[in-house]
């Protein structure tokens, strides 16, 4: 039980890592792929009109609440290794995402948290912690990571890399083909070495899969593809109740390919427990670099 454990956590760790890397943004001047061509589809609007008024139904199918509260199955699938473990998720709107896993469902083995100005990973198992400011670690800075961009992932929401809201103007700024009869809408945005897809279904504007992708020639690509599935009411919207994210990266010693996947279970709007976790004396301070080091020499 206790190399199970060992190995639980292990995995983990180096998943939320990789997700440090694909999810990235910056500050520099969004560049949209300008071949992609909207044309007039009623007559009555022109084809910005038409863009605009999908794009704004696409923003607005983010559900309300500010509190998620769930149980989850959560599986990880390293071809070599398939786990399966219990746990929560606890999210609250701008301030942090929370999620715990429990093997065998006695004890928490590891915890990841990110808040507007830090993330912490926690390893339960060994007693270590990592506790990073978004602007101070260099793995974090090199990658531009934000905590909006990581929320939307999860939240089920489109995103303006750099920013916490997204407004008419940057919507206008994402390339999309409504000429297309499929019955869904790529919509693409591109920053530097990042591009984003999100594929969102025509009849609704819901977003079905969100992909990013970093390449660099020095460190090769990495890309998560978040598929969502499973969509019940939560408040007056739909939310995904299924989330299955397939990571590939070359940036480690060796290539990694990892698909993980979170499965709600009695999802709730509670708003009635701590944002913040708080550790023992036990816990020891690890750096980031420290811990990747050891993962990607597994």
Request: overall charge positive; charged content about 25%.
């Amino acid at each position: 039980m206790k190399m199970i454990r060992k190995t639980i956590t292990k995995r983990f760790l180096w998943l939320m890592l990789m997700a440090l890397v694909v999810v990235s943004c910056g500050t520099k001047k969004t560049v949209v792929d300008s071949s992609t061509d909207v044309k007039t589809v009623t007559g009555t609007e022109d084809a910005e009109q038409l863009k605009l008024n999908y794009m704004r139904r696409v923003y607005d199918n983010a559900v309300y609440t500010q509190n998620i509260v769930s149980n989850i199955d959560f599986s990880i699938d390293t071809g070599s290794k398939d786990i399966s473990v219990g746990g929560s998720l606890h999210m609250r709107k701008d301030d942090v995402i929370r999620i715990q896993l429990t093997a065998f469902g006695l004890m928490e083995v590891g915890r990841l948290e990110f808040t507007k100005d830090y993330v912490m990973i926690v390893d339960r198992i060994h007693k270590e912690y990592i506790k990073a400011d978004y602007n101070k670690v260099s793995f974090l800075q090199r990658n531009g990571l934000n905590f909006y961009s990581l929320q939307a992932l999860f939240w089920n929401m489109l995103f303006m890399p750099g920013t916490k809201t997204v407004t008419d103007d940057m919507l206008k700024q994402f390339a999309l083909n409504l000429q297309s009869s499929s019955v869904m809408v790529p919509v693409n945005l591109k920053q530097g070495n990042m591009s984003y897809v999100w594929q969102t279904e025509s009849k609704t504007g819901q977003i079905k899969q969100t992909e990013i992708t970093y390449a660099d020639k020095s460190s090769g690509t990495t890309k998560i593809i978040c598929k969502y599935d499973d969509f019940k009411p939560v408040g007056t919207k739909l939310f995904p109740h299924m989330l299955t994210l397939n990571g590939k990266t070359q940036a480690t010693q060796k290539p990694r390919d990892v698909k993980v996947g979170i499965k709600l279970k009695g999802v709730k709007m509670d708003k009635d427990w701590e944002t913040r976790t708080t550790l023992s004396g036990k816990y020891k301070a690890v750096s980031v670099e420290e811990v990747l080091e050891k993962i990607t020499s597994l």
